[in-house]
């Protein structure tokens, strides 16, 4: 179930890459995977979602916690 979420979230993108909360719900699908390539790429899809959608709270959180994780000192921009 949670590879064809990731599919269709994926093809979401792929059809409209200007859908912020496309971009924004692929990047939390994909936090939820602890594998530093699914990080790596939770993270690319949190840009494309906060550059389209840069007052989204649940984007900025999503990257927050995933710069978190990856323990990078911007995470703290997004808590202040």
Known sequence: AQNEALAALEKATKLDPDSGPAWRDLAKAR???PNAASTSKALDA???AIALLPED???LLTM???QERLQKPAARQYFE
Do not use: D, V
């Open 31 to 33: 936090e939820y995977f």
């Open 46 to 48: 949190a840009q494309n």
């Open 57 to 59: 709270s649940f984007a």
């Open 64 to 66: 927050a916690r995933l």
